[in-house]
């Protein structure tokens, strides 16, 4: 096993011509797409990995300065790709890997055939010309939480976030993936991710987009998908699902995956 395949828990199920790219978001590891997988394998190749931080990777892999912006995560994926001679792939990426994934292929759009973003947002820090969802009063306090008491902060932290009460299976699953990450990783990551802008770099995306967002998220307002539509290089669609939450395809997996495997087989008409 290469070092690459081993830090990043890679994995290949299924079989076909064309291989798709599953990449997960904070919080979270690859296990998120688990209501997905059996619904591709039988068409597609799929490649499964963990982004350096989550709870399932060697925390001495991780390095602050190579993550603290989100081309250190983009790298990682090329050299997935490159490691394993994936020469062109869809890309599903969550949150925070929907915006690495923009990046990717930015820096080399023939490895993409497409990319498909659930729950995706360029910025999350509301400005005087855009609404991201949070002032910066409420990323502070979000980050102070987290430093404080960071298992009191996942309890809280995971039903507002996945949309329902901590009976729920999708609410339980995140809380298990969260609270196995390392909570000084969590913070560093989540600081990251709350002040990052790559608004500036939606321009140069040139990849064909399927953004898909739910019609209530926390973390992530509708507005937002209409943005990155409008201010994206290349051609774009967005599907709002009638879904709560930031995390629809653990949550509502019954509504969500049907769209995401039709957004897969079909590509945007001219």
């Known amino acids: 096993m290469g070092i690459i395949e081993e830090a990043h828990n890679v994995k290949f199920i299924g079989s076909g011509e064309k291989t798709i790219v599953l990449a997960h978001g904070f919080g979270t590891d690859q296990s998120v797409w688990k209501h997905l997988?059996?619904?591709l394998v039988d068409n597609y190749r799929v490649l499964l990995f963990d982004n350096m931080g989550a709870g399932t990777t060697n925390p001495?892999?991780?390095?602050?300065e190579r993550?603290?912006?989100?081309d250190g995560y983009a790298y990682d994926v090329l050299a997935i790709l490159e490691e394993f001679q994936v020469h062109s792939c869809i890309f599903v990426g969550h949150s925070l890997s929907s915006m690495v994934g923009a990046i990717a292929s930015i820096l080399?759009?023939?490895?993409?055939?497409?990319?498909i973003m659930v729950s995706a947002s360029p910025k999350f820090l509301n400005t005087a010309d855009y609404y991201g969802g949070f002032e910066r009063e409420d990323i502070d306090q979000l980050c102070k939480?987290?430093?404080s008491n960071y298992t009191a902060w996942c309890t809280g932290f995971a039903p507002l976030v996945v949309g329902g009460d901590m009976d729920s299976v999708a609410v339980q699953e995140f809380s298990r993936t969260l609270f196995n990450m390392r909570p000084d990783i969590a913070v560093s990551v989540l600081e990251n991710i709350l002040n990052y802008d790559?608004?500036?770099l939606l321009c140069r995306v040139t990849v064909p987009c399927h953004i898909?967002?739910?019609t209530k998220d926390l973390?992530?307002?509708v507005a937002v998908s209409g943005y990155l539509h409008r201010n994206l290089g290349g051609k774009s669609i967005v599907e709002v699902m009638p879904t709560e939450g930031h995390l629809p395809q653990l949550s509502s997996p019954e509504i969500v995956i049907p769209v995401l495997v039709r957004h897969i087989q079909h590509d945007i008409a001219d």
């Open 37 to 39: 997988v059996p619904h």
């Open 60 to 64: 001495d892999y991780f390095d602050s």
């Open 108 to 115: 080399r759009p023939d490895l993409f055939s497409k990319l």
């Open 145 to 147: 939480a987290v430093e």
């Open 198 to 200: 790559l608004r500036h």
């Open 219 to 221: 973390a992530v307002p």
């Open 67 to 70: 993550y603290s912006t989100l």
């Open 212 to 214: 898909i967002q739910s």
